[in-house]
């Protein structure tokens, strides 16, 4: 399956923005749908994660209660992104898993990145 993330753009600190990812193929129950995002000079971290199956989510500890992954339909995953803070500011990519981690190395079918700005 590729995917392709989208919906960034830049935000006021404070304010929300809702990102999608898209599947061009199916997405099976067993795999897990992550978010990750690289900020300029660090390294991809974890954001976010749902099981496919059951919608479990997990999510990184800098984005708990701001955050919400979410699915619709056969094909796309949402991240709804709060009150958001400058230190959002990253490139936001999605991508599969067959475990449930928070590991990039876990995952594969990295589609191109989404830019996102917060300003102050």
């Known amino acids: 399956v590729q995917l392709q993330a989208s919906g960034g753009g830049l935000v006021q600190a404070g304010g929300s923005l809702r990102l999608a990812c898209t599947a061009s193929?199916?997405?099976?129950?067993?795999?897990?749908m992550g978010w990750f995002r690289q900020a300029p000079g660090k390294e991809r971290e974890f954001v976010a994660a749902?099981?496919?199956?059951?919608?479990?989510t997990k999510y990184a500890d800098s984005v708990k209660g701001r955050f919400t992954v979410s699915k619709s339909g056969a094909n796309m995953v949402y991240l709804q992104m709060n009150s958001v803070k400058p230190e959002d500011t990253a490139v936001y990519y999605c991508?599969?898993?067959?475990?449930?981690?928070?590991?990039?190395?876990?995952?594969?079918?990295w589609g191109q990145g989404t830019e996102v700005t917060v300003s102050s």
């Open positions: 991508a599969a898993s067959s475990q449930w981690s928070t590991q990039t190395t876990e995952y594969f079918n």
């Open positions: 193929g199916r997405i099976y129950s067993s795999h897990v």
């Open positions: 749902m099981r496919w199956s059951n919608t479990n």
